[in-house]
């Protein structure tokens, strides 16, 4: 059985507070495919924030998860299931797409709430990732802070599989440009989401100020289940 809780007091001790810039670190528990018992056990060991990949587990799992940390949504988001999410959701990462901000805004404008949310951004202009490109990250926040009752925090990314750790720190350090670029247009700007597993330390260094961790925390997953 995976020491979930060792992992998560390990991780709380290796992750900064602040990072390079001054400002306090997140960390975001991905649960994709775990157990509401598993994802209990990290709560209780620490872990504040949890998000979820698929609405479907989310629903399934909602009422089962203790200690009521932040609920994030991490994962690709289809249009026809926002309306499962609204008002449940502390955190959207993953506004990709402009008719996905609007669908967001309309159920949210709809529902008397106010959600905030993350643009993501294709830093590695990556045909298998969603997101904008980094040179139309300027048109998209304008296009998307016009819309009613979505609160913009912030960007997020999701850097390449790749071992050449100076394609990940040009890369890291291009989206931290954009975001302070932003965050002087936005000052609701606080959150820049990027970091998992295999790369957090160096998107820290680099200026993230949110990272999602999953294999770190539950270890790898069982595709087979």
């Known amino acids: 059985m995976t020491d979930i809780e060792g992992n ?5 001790g290796e992750i900064p507070e602040f990072n390079p810039q001054g400002e306090k670190v997140d960390l975001v528990a991905a649960v994709k495919m775990q157990t509401p018992e598993d994802i209990n056990r990290a709560i209780c060991a620490g872990v504040r924030m949890i998000g979820d990949n698929h609405v479907q587990e989310f629903k399934d799992k909602y009422d089962l998860i203790e200690g009521s940390p932040e609920r994030h949504f991490i ?3 289809q249009t026809n299931k926002v309306k499962y999410l609204i008002g449940r959701i502390d955190l959207y990462h993953s506004v990709d797409r402009m008719n996905l901000a ?3 805004s309309k159920r949210s404008a709809a529902a008397g709430v106010e959600s905030n949310i993350l643009v993501q951004i294709n830093i590695g202009n990556e045909e298998s990732k969603g997101g904008f490109e980094l040179d139309r990250a300027d048109d998209a926040c304008r296009a998307i802070s016009a819309l009613p009752a979505l609160n913009m925090q912030g960007l997020m990314a999701m850097l390449p599989f790749t071992d050449d750790e100076g394609v990940l720190c040009r890369l890291a350090a291009a989206m931290r440009d954009k975001y302070d670029e932003l965050k002087g247009i936005y000052p609701q700007f606080r959150h820049l989401s990027m970091g998992m597993s295999g790369d957090w330390k160096l998107c820290v260094e680099c200026g993230s100020n949110m990272i999602r961790l999953g294999t770190s ?3 790898q997953r069982n595709y087979n289940n």
């Not at 998560?8 to 709380?12: A, D, E, F, R, S």
């Open 75 to 77: 994962g690709h988001l």
């Open 217 to 219: 925390i539950f270890g």
């Open 8 to 12: 998560v007091k390990k991780l709380l």
């Open 102 to 104: 609007e669908e967001l």
